[in-house]
């Protein structure tokens, strides 16, 4: 069964700086990679979406890389704000297409 | 843009009750999924939808029905509820994976309460 493991559950940043944040899965056999941000309370905002042919996708200060031989993906996000704080989610999509696997998530804070 | 709604942001119900949580989304996607989210559990997939009166059980479909009549329309259903249900309940929906673009889209989930 996909196992999907994000390293490190809190990290806590000062404002302005670069930063990464780990997603691993035990399967290579993915279909894609999902980044999402949830802030408290609320429902998952959907990031960036990587098709397992990609390497990698931007979206303003957002970059997310794949890795499916070795089992990794990062978000890198530039020149951190306050506004950044929020759990960040990755999830993988298996080539039955229906079902995501999430990991636990990475709490951000970024401190003004 | 996509949207999903959920028809409450907050419910409370006692325990024993039949509670039903609804889902819609506005962009004709073929895919719709319901998750639980509790602290140092993550997200965990209760039923899935690929299409209209289709199904199929999650991780944790015990206790829990689905029902979809329409596509646009996904319901999850508690038919007597439990205080181990209470929990943030998410809906989601994506377009099909053949697509080749099934990216996910999420409600603003509900939390449920069970007394």
């Known amino acids: 069964k996909q196992e999907v493991t994000q390293i490190p559950a809190a990290l806590s940043v000062p404002e302005g700086e670069n930063l990464v944040l780990n997603c691993s899965f035990t399967?290579?056999?993915?279909?894609?990679l999902q980044w999402f941000r949830q802030d408290p309370g609320k429902g998952l905002t959907s990031l960036l979406l990587i098709q397992s042919s990609q390497r990698e996708q931007t979206s303003g200060r957002l970059n997310a890389s794949l890795d499916k031989s070795s089992g990794r993906s990062t978000l890198y996000i530039a020149a951190s704000q306050p506004g950044d704080s929020a759990t960040y989610l990755c999830?993988?999509?298996?080539?039955?297409?229906?079902?995501?696997?999430f990991g636990s998530g990475t709490k951000l804070n970024v401190k003004p | 843009d996509v949207k999903v709604t959920q028809s409450s942001r907050y419910l409370v119900k006692r325990t024993g009750e039949k509670v039903f949580l609804e889902c819609v989304q506005d962009?004709?996607?073929?895919?719709m999924f319901w998750y639980r989210q509790d602290p140092g559990l993550g997200l965990r997939l209760i039923y899935f939808s690929y299409d209209v009166k289709m199904k199929e059980k999650g991780d944790i479909p015990e206790g829990y029905s689905v029902s979809r009549e329409k596509k646009e329309r996904f319901s999850l259903i508690l038919e007597s509820a439990s205080t181990n249900q209470t929990s943030m309940y998410l809906c989601?929906?994506?377009?099909?994976?053949?697509?080749?673009?099934?990216?996910?889209?999420f409600g603003p989930g509900t939390r449920l309460t069970v007394l």
């Open positions: 399967d290579s056999a993915i279909y894609n």
């Open positions: 962009m004709d996607h073929e895919n």
């Open positions: 999830a993988v999509v298996e080539y039955n297409f229906n079902k995501f696997y």
């Open positions: 989601a929906s994506s377009p099909p994976g053949t697509s080749g673009h099934n990216e996910q889209f």
